[in-house]
Every structure is written in structure tokens, then in C-alpha cells.
T-cell receptor
């Protein structure tokens, strides 16, 4: 079955530590996205990539970094500069900007 | 940038009744309006979408209506069932290659048996 796989499902970060969230898709989509979801709020865009080796900042990129070296993979690093990283992180992909986005089942990040 | 307001934030209905969720947006150039359903601990799933050249779209018990003049669109669920209980999000996509989806804040729908 085609889909988006996010791992791990739960992740804990210590103070001053960088952590990387994995996102892999086998839908052959060109575009991939990272969103942050906080309780009672909508999804906010962190970074997006419309093609391999290219990515753009979203609305809340500070404290995060990404790479897009392969079409199927779009890992997100939450750096120590992100002072409030506790949230539910969602990865999505689509054929292009105007096509429906398909989401993974998320990674919940907490601070130890 | 785009601003999307979604109402109500919570909605409880009796099984079999209808549910309506409404979103308003600010960018008149927005041209794509999807609705997503999110179950607890899962990612959002697209349930229906509409583009700006269409006023209404229906898929079984789910329908979306769009009023471009008033800049609002609504999700209608008829004959609600307990499995419809979830958080529903609306979103809009503006024109221009740099624009991305802007999401509403979500509606927690509870269908009471």
C-alpha cells in the first residue's frame, strides 16, 4: 500500500539536544511538507519542499531544519534553538502544490 | 497572509442528525478548499474538497458548499454516525506559486448515540 511513514511515533528530547524526525513516502509525490500541531490549534507549516534538493521556510521555521536529498524522504531536525518543541509533528506529501495532501500518522515530541 | 476562521470549535449532535461546520477566509484569491478529518492519534485524512469554479460538491453523506462572494465555505454531514466523531479541519490554498495551505483551528465533533 502506498503511503507516508513517520517514525518514531513518540520521541523525547533532552535540553540542548537536537532530534531528527523521519518521514518517508512511497507515493512518488514531488512535494513534501512538515506541520506542527498544538492542542486546540490548526496545523502550522514549518518547511516544505516542492522538488528534490530544494526546500522553503514555512510560517514557523525558526529552530527547525530539513533536507531533501531523495524524493521519498524529508527528515525534520528539531534543534536546541527551538525553545518550545513539545508538539505533534505531521508530515504530508502531494503531487504538486494544488493537489490534495496526504498525511502520515505523526510523531509526538516531548521534553524530558 | 491568509486568515481562516472555523466555527464552532466543538459540536455535539445526536446520532442521525446533521452537522454543519463553517469556515471564513480573508484572501479572495484562494481557489482550493479541502476538508480533513483527524481521529485521535492519527494524521488528518482528506474527506472532501472543492475548487473555486464549483459552488457545491457532494459525496454520499458529506457535502461542501462554497460562497466566494461572502468568502465562506461549509461542511455538511447528514445522518451522522458515532464513527463521524473526530476533529475536522478546513483549509484554503491561495493563488501564486509561493502560497501553501492555511488551516482553520479545527472542530471537535461528537456524535452521541
Amino acid at each position: 500500500d502506498g503511503g507516508i511513514t513517520q517514525s518514531p511515533k513518540y520521541l523525547f528530547r533532552k535540553e540542548g539536544q537536537n532530534v531528527t524526525l523521519s518521514c518517508e513516502q512511497n507515493l512518488n509525490h514531488d512535494a513534501m511538507y512538515w506541520y506542527r500541531q498544538d492542542p486546540g490549534q490548526g496545523l502550522r507549516l514549518i518547511y516544505y519542499s516542492q522538488i528534490v534538493n530544494d526546500f522553503q521556510k514555512g510560517d514557523i521555521a525558526e529552530g527547525y531544519s530539513v533536507s531533501r536529498e531523495k524524493k521519498e524522504s524529508f527528515p525534520l531536525t528539531v534543534t536546541s534553538a527551538q525553545k518550545n518543541p513539545t508538539a505533534f509533528y505531521l508530515c504530508a506529501s502531494s503531487n504538486d502544490r494544488v493537489q490534495p495532501q496526504h498525511f502520515g500518522d505523526g510523531t509526538r515530541l516531548s521534553i524530558l | 497572509g491568509e486568515n481562516v476562521e472555523q466555527h464552532p470549535s466543538t459540536l455535539s449532535v445526536q446520532e442521525g442528525d446533521s452537522a454543519v461546520i463553517k469556515c471564513t477566509y480573508s484572501d479572495s484569491a484562494s481557489n482550493y478548499f479541502p476538508w480533513y478529518k483527524q481521529e485521535l492519534g492519527k494524521g488528518p485524512q482528506l474527506i472532501i474538497d472543492i475548487r473555486s469554479n464549483v459552488g457545491e460538491k457532494k459525496d454520499q453523506r458529506i457535502a461542501v458548499t462554497l460562497n466566494k462572494t461572502a468568502k465562506h465555505f461549509s461542511l455538511h454531514i447528514t445522518e451522522t454516525q458515532p464513527e463521524d466523531s473526530a476533529v475536522y479541519f478546513c483549509a484554503t490554498l491561495g493563488a501564486g506559486s509561493a502560497r501553501q495551505l492555511t488551516f482553520g483551528s479545527g472542530t471537535q465533533l461528537t456524535v452521541l448515540p
